[in-house]
């Protein structure tokens, strides 16, 4: 009984280790710790180096509202494993004042964290990601 009951332990914890169960269960961004933003084309994965060559698409100002729309979109939590990033997916890079940044797709996010990617398990809702995303493209 013990050896089952221990089984049942070590499965139920690989299972919800390899979902975002345990991981953040929103995206939020703090402006205050927000350095820059853009707006960027995934143009190539540098092997080795764990990082994105990219095309800057719009450099973002007002870094103010924007946050705070982004904040504002609804999402939810992927509960399977996480989605990879992809060559040509736009997305919204954020570079935080300490050297992190996020990379934020609606179906795939990339955090990297103290030189340390981890993937995102959100689900943002892609008309309104969308229409973020272009409202500050359009503005070039």
Same mark, same amino acid.
């Given at each position: 009984?013990?050896?089952?009951? =221990? #089984? #049942?332990?070590?499965? $139920?914890? #690989?299972?919800?280790? *390899?979902? !975002?169960?345990?991981?953040?269960?929103?995206?939020?961004? @703090?402006?205050?710790?927000? @350095?820059?933003?853009?707006?960027?084309?995934?143009?190539?994965?540098?092997?080795?180096? /764990?990082? /994105?060559?990219?095309?800057? #698409?719009?450099?973002?100002?007002? &870094?103010? %509202? +924007?946050?705070?729309?982004?904040?504002? =979109?609804? &999402?939810?939590?992927?509960?399977?494993?996480?989605?990879?990033? @992809?060559?040509?997916?736009?997305?919204?890079?954020?570079?935080? *004042?300490? !050297?992190? +940044?996020?990379?934020? &797709?609606?179906?795939?996010?990339? +955090?990297? $964290? $103290?030189? %340390?990617?981890? /993937? !995102?398990? +959100?689900?943002?809702? @892609?008309?309104?990601?969308? *229409?973020?995303?272009?409202? /500050?493209?359009?503005?070039?």
């Amino acid at each position: 009984m013990k050896r089952i009951l =221990l #089984l #049942l332990c070590v499965v $139920s914890v #690989l299972f919800c280790c *390899s979902c !975002g169960f345990f991981g953040r269960q929103t995206y939020v961004c @703090d402006v205050e710790m927000v @350095d820059s933003i853009q707006i960027v084309r995934l143009d190539k994965y540098v092997e080795g180096e /764990y990082r /994105y060559e990219y095309t800057v #698409l719009a450099q973002i100002s007002d &870094h103010e %509202t +924007f946050v705070s729309r982004l904040n504002e =979109l609804d &999402h939810s939590v992927n509960w399977g494993d996480p989605r990879q990033m @992809d060559i040509n997916y736009i997305v919204i890079r954020i570079d935080y *004042s300490n !050297g992190d +940044f996020d990379l934020i &797709h609606p179906d795939a996010q990339c +955090f990297n $964290s $103290s030189g %340390t990617n981890q /993937y !995102g398990f +959100f689900f943002f809702d @892609d008309e309104q990601f969308n *229409s973020l995303i272009s409202d /500050y493209i359009n503005e070039k």
